[in-house]
């Protein structure tokens, strides 16, 4: 069975801070797809990233920052100098090759960050 | 600009009442999904339709069913609602793939049941 931790329910930085989301995944899947999405306060899922289980590469894109390590299964997710548009609840997600795009999401964290 | 389009965003129902949730998605995605989210429990995935007149259980599908007569429309049915349905419903679509397609979300209808 596929299952997806997010441990860390709320946090609360200032503008300017780093701030890192926390992603544990479980598959017995070799070939799986790990998401992050970003769920701003209208509502809407906004998609991320997507990384695949053989491509262990970091990625940065302006701002944010994942890092994917399979030995300790996890895709951690790092904004730079957050500013208060990133406030939103951040959902991390596992789909698996064959399994028809169905996500499996955590629980998501949500991140206030003040000005 | 490509969309999924949830007809309702708000929806305040009676216990026993009937409830339709529509969703419409124009990227003419294969698939479809319905998940249910509720404060520290995340997204569930409720149901989820693979093609016209196909549909899959997911996670939480009891006390919902749904229709897909057309690829672009994917409805979700409470038949009798229940207080315990009260929560937001997210619609989503994606291609059909190995599981590496990205979903499109729409905004989402918050149903409350009194």
């Known amino acids: 069975a596929q299952k997806v931790t997010q441990a860390q329910t709320e946090i609360s930085v200032v503008e300017k801070e780093d701030v890192t989301l926390d992603c544990v995944y479980e598959?017995?899947?070799?070939?799986?797809?790990l998401f992050w999405y970003k769920q701003p306060p209208s509502g809407e899922l906004v998609f991320l990233i997507r990384r695949n289980s053989f491509d262990e590469q970091n990625e940065i894109s302006g701002r944010y920052s994942w890092n994917f390590q399979k030995s300790t299964s996890s895709f951690n997710f790092t904004i730079t100098a957050s500013q208060v548009v990133d406030s939103a609840v951040y959902f991390c997600a596992l789909s698996t090759q064959g399994g028809s795009e169905k996500l499996v999401f955590g629980k998501g964290t949500k991140l206030t960050v003040n000005p | 600009d490509v969309k999924v389009t949830q007809s309702s965003r708000y929806l305040v129902k009676r216990t026993g009442e009937k409830v339709f949730l529509e969703c419409v998605q124009d990227m003419d995605h294969e698939n479809m999904f319905w998940y249910r989210q509720d404060p520290g429990l995340g997204l569930r995935l409720i149901y989820f339709?693979?093609?016209?007149?196909?549909?899959e259980k997911g996670d939480i599908p009891e006390g919902y069913s749904v229709s897909r007569e057309k690829k672009e429309r994917f409805s979700l049915i409470l038949e009798s609602a229940s207080t315990n349905q009260t929560s937001m419903y997210l619609c989503a679509s994606s291609l059909a793939g190995t599981g590496a397609n990205v979903l499109t979300f729409g905004a989402g209808s918050r149903l409350t049941v009194l």
């Open positions: 339709s693979y093609d016209v007149k196909m549909k």
């Open positions: 598959t017995r899947d070799t070939t799986y797809y």
